[in-house]
């Protein structure tokens, strides 16, 4: 899925949108073409490497190339949760019920609710989200 680079950053190399760079992804994750094309040659390389698939990359760095990407591992989680709460409130605008939102995440529709509700112009109080739902509750799980 091409994804609108605007603000965006490759989730892999922590390239940003700066100079017109485009994105593919999905579930939050975002790859660059120059990504794309150093992964495919690792992984269409007949001889490649185990330890390069087995390894934890950071076991390999420098604890100042460790500290380096910290900034971009925060900033990737950022854009991750950002996806998250997008999509969450895609799923509101189409009425989908803070319990089954919750359902999806493994959690209870007031943590659903208390964790999203306030990203969105929406904000009823958690008893009028308890009563309002309370009908879908008594209905089987999907
Ligand atoms: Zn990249």
């Given at each position: 899925m091409k994804i609108s680079s605007n603000g965006r950053m490759c989730?892999?190399?922590?390239?940003?949108?700066?100079?017109g760079t485009q994105f593919s992804g999905e579930l939050g994750a975002l790859i660059c073409g120059d990504c794309v094309e150093r992964y495919h040659n690792i992984l269409a390389a007949?001889?490649?490497?185990?330890s390069t698939v087995t390894?934890?990359?950071?076991?390999?760095?420098?604890t100042e190339q460790l500290l380096a990407t910290l900034p971009l591992i925060s900033r990737s989680s950022a854009q991750t949760s950002d996806f998250l709460i997008t999509s969450v409130g895609v799923l509101r605008s189409r009425k989908a019920s803070w319990a089954k939102i919750g359902r999806s995440l493994g959690v209870s529709r007031q943590a659903a609710w208390e964790r999203f509700?306030?990203?969105?112009?929406e904000a009823p109080a958690p008893v009028e989200v308890l009563a309002a739902e309370s009908v879908e509750q008594a209905e089987p799980v999907e």
């Open positions: 989730s892999f190399c922590g390239r940003d949108d700066a100079n007949p001889s490649a490497p185990t390894a934890d990359p950071w076991q390999s760095m420098s509700h306030r990203n969105y112009e």
